[in-house]
């Protein structure tokens, strides 16, 4: 099978991590660990290089929801499989998501945080499905918007498939319907 058509080449998205990462490191000076929290699977790409172009202390967690099962249509429902398994009591959390398309998963992310009473909670996504939003949720820190298309690569899968592929690309229709 041939590689999915590229979207954002992997050049244009090493540049714009380092500019969350310089925006991030910013915006969190002098405030103590910064506690990422990856949500699995997806943004683990994204999290390893985020991460490592911060310049302040940071933590790293991972919680972990499922939403879409193995497909590319939206359930609607969203289900916690892992939280974090870190203190975040009293501490500056930033949710680090791969793609927030309708909304539900972030907002759903944020409660189940909040439970946990941290200092504060923000949110950055590399990707953002603006056109498809259904649910009213600040995305503090975005890399990119997306159009209504299934994307994959840098973290994101279609089916476990193609989350290591160094680029953002697209998954035709045709193949979305018929697997
Ligand atoms: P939401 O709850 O915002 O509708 O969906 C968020 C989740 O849906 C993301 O974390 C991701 O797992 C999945 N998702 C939505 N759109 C895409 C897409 O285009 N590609 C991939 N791989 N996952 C997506």
Redesign the pocket.
């Known amino acids: 099978m041939s590689n999915p058509p590229v979207l954002i080449d992997e050049a244009a998205i090493l540049k714009r991590v380092g500019e969350l990462a310089d925006q991030i490191s910013d915006d969190y000076a002098d405030k103590g660990d910064l506690v990422l929290v990856g949500?699995l699977?997806?943004?683990f790409i994204f999290l390893a290089d985020l991460s490592r172009r911060l310049s302040i202390p940071r933590i790293i967690e991972f919680i972990a929801?499922s939403?879409?099962g193995t497909g590319?249509v939206?359930s609607?429902a969203?289900r916690l499989v892992m939280d974090v398994r870190g203190n975040i009591e009293n501490r500056h959390v930033l949710i680090v998501?791969?793609?927030?398309?309708?909304?539900?998963?972030?907002?759903?992310l944020i409660g189940i945080l909040e439970s946990h009473r941290p200092a504060s909670i923000r949110t950055c996504?590399l990707?953002h499905?603006a056109e498809?939003?259904?649910?009213d949720?600040k995305i503090d820190y975005v890399g990119f918007s997306?159009g209504d298309?299934?994307?994959?690569g840098y973290?994101?899968?279609?089916g476990e498939q193609?989350?290591t592929l160094p680029y953002i690309g697209t998954?035709a229709p045709d193949d979305r319907n018929g697997g």
């Open positions: 949500v699977k997806g943004s929801v939403s879409y590319s939206s609607g969203v998501e791969d793609i927030v398309d309708t909304g539900h998963t972030l907002k759903y996504s990707l499905k498809s939003a259904e649910v949720v997306v298309e299934w994307v994959v973290g994101l899968d279609f193609d989350r998954v």
